[in-house]
């Protein structure tokens, strides 16, 4: 196990009617906060109305702007960035999921600094400060609400890119299940996808003697396979949709990979596809994912026989170690399609006819590697992407 330190900040206030909480929580935070949603559906379900009444019952005066999209894109966080400037907001309120959290976090560095914002996500500046940043939380899927993450796409070129510091985690989140029963069933099954990658990344590494978090990663994973074929035949099942919400943010708030190195290649490789084809993420890394393992499994099989006994109970093939393996991947692909989920490029409907432009981006025309795990150059990610064809 490596030295680390583990920092978790975010307030979690978790449950039913844990919406109610936002505007004295928010109130904390500032005077005026910006109130950052996507689409229709925070007003069509009634939660806009709520978190509303809320901040008005606190006293916080506000200002808002919806319209995030998933992939969310830079040109909407430069607006909200002016926004916040002409209105002199000192917080962010995200009511959303991950792409709105990305897109907050983003608007509460840029608004404090000089340049421009895209500049933290091209690897030009450091981020020193951030205006705060609280949420309400309506899917579990990227864990943004607790993680050290955001990821945004710039239009110019298409490019996504992901920022990673501290400075940005949020002060809270408000996490009620009962927000995901409207969850249409594709945006629950690329959550799943999303939270089994976040998982998967962390838990293939090269670090040894880590297996108290390989065995909290392996729970992890089996609450996401267990819960989320209920929550698809009974959306309206608080326990299961707990489950996976808590799940979510455990995935990604840092506690998983503590000890240890994760990969993250795949992710890497999967932002070529949905910034250039504007899929949702969790699918895009459904059929990424597969791919990356059956490239790389021979690198340590082991660790992909214990993937496939303790997460997908294949029993054990003494003789032939790399069948165990091969057959946990074959269970992953087969738990992605049972649940409705894409494992191939064709059934993402991405043609092949980009392959190379995605991996000269991914790997910035071979000048850099991609993962820990096994380190890929540009001819080893073109390679995973013919892989998932």
Known sequence: MDNFVFQSPTKIIFGRG?????????????????????????KKFGLYDRVVKSLNDAGVDFIELG????????SLVREGIDLCRKNNVDCILAVGGGSVIDSSKAIAIGTIYDGDVWDFYSGKSSVERSLPVGVVLTI???GSEASNSSVITNEDGWYKRGLNTDVIRAKFAIMNPELTFTLPPYQTICGAADIIA????????????????????????????????IVLKNPEDYGARAQIMWASTIAHNGLLNSGRVGDWASHGIEHELSAIYDVAHGAGLAVVFPAWM?????????????????VWNVDMDFEHPEC????GIRRLEEFFS????PVTLKELGVPDDRLEEMADKATNNDSKTMGNFVKLNREDVLNIYKLAR
């Open 140 to 142: 579990p899927a990227a």
């Open 294 to 310: 059956k490239y790389v499994y021979k690198h340590d099989v082991d660790r992909f026989v214990q993937f496939a006994v303790r």
């Open 338 to 341: 049972r649940i409705g989920l």
């Open 324 to 327: 165990t393996a091969l057959e």
């Open 67 to 74: 319209g995030v999209k998933p992939n969310p894109r830079l």
């Open 18 to 42: 844990a919406e109610k909480h936002v505007g004295e929580e928010v109130k904390l935070l500032g005077k005026k906060v910006l109130l950052h949603y996507g689409g229709g559906s925070i």
């Open 198 to 229: 976040h998982v998967m990344e962390r838990y293939f590494t090269n670090t040894k003697d880590v297996d108290f978090t390989d065995r909290l990663c392996e729970a992890t994973l089996k609450t996401i396979i267990d819960n989320v074929p």
